[in-house]
């Protein structure tokens, strides 16, 4: 089993982004996709996950609106997007899987650190 | 929202007894899962469903929850131990982490 994540960006606040998460290994479409963030001196927080089967999505309340999650079924990729990126978004962003509703989350990338920085 | 609340840290000496703690309103009526997380590392599911140890996680650990407390317990703490710890549950599709203790192996 692998989660290998996108590598590390760079962007200015107001731009754009989508970082990847691409599953081997496994039925990529058994195991919910989540995505875990991790600001600067920080502990972890919840961003949101997706059922690949059916695309449907749930986010962490204080983040909706801001981050969409999406997927490529035929990719076996996950993506985290923003529409407008804050300083505010810089950590590290990890996608980990989880097989059902209560399930823990078995198997984690290695983390996406995006900076965001005028 | 639902809250968890862990210690910022914990110390123990190697070969002792470590326990971490997630405190939450009738926390015992959730499933809690815990994660192992080493710097520059990606987290580890350690305990998963408050008790069932996961895939290639010595016995060392283990896990109960109860009324208003989840607890990770490690024995014979050693040096590769050392890392935070979070507890994390569904609140009911929401998931929901602890803020993290740091275990340090004096």
């Known amino acids: 089993v692998q989660l290998v994540q996108s590598g590390g960006e760079v962007k200015k606040p107001g731009q754009s982004l989508r970082i990847s998460c691409q599953g081997s290994g496994y039925t990529f479409s058994d195991y919910w996709i989540n995505w875990v963030r991790q600001l600067p001196g920080k502990g972890l927080e919840w961003v949101g996950h997706i059922d690949p089967r059916s695309t449907f999505t749930t986010y962490n309340p204080s983040l909706q609106g801001h981050v969409s999650v999406s997927v490529d079924e035929s990719l076996n990729t996950a993506y985290l997007q923003w529409s407008s990126l804050r300083a505010s978004d810089t950590g590290i962003y990890f996608c980990a899987r989880q097989e059902g509703g209560l399930d823990g989350l078995d198997f984690w990338g290695q983390g996406t650190l995006v900076t965001v920085s005028s | ?106």
């Open chain 2, 1 to 106: 929202s639902y809250v968890l609340t862990q210690a910022p840290s914990v110390s123990v000496a190697p070969g002792k007894t470590a326990r971490i703690t997630c405190g939450g309103d009738n926390i015992g009526s959730q499933n809690v899962h815990w994660y192992q997380h080493k710097p520059g590392q990606a987290p580890v599911l350690v305990m998963s469903y408050d008790s069932g140890r996961a895939s290639g996680i010595p016995e060392r650990f283990s896990g109960s929850n109860s009324g208003n407390t989840a607890t990770l317990t490690i024995s014979r703490v050693e040096a590769g131990d050392e890392a935070d710890y979070y507890c994390q549950l569904w609140d009911p599709a929401t998931g929901v982490f602890g803020g993290g203790t740091r275990l340090t192996v004096l």
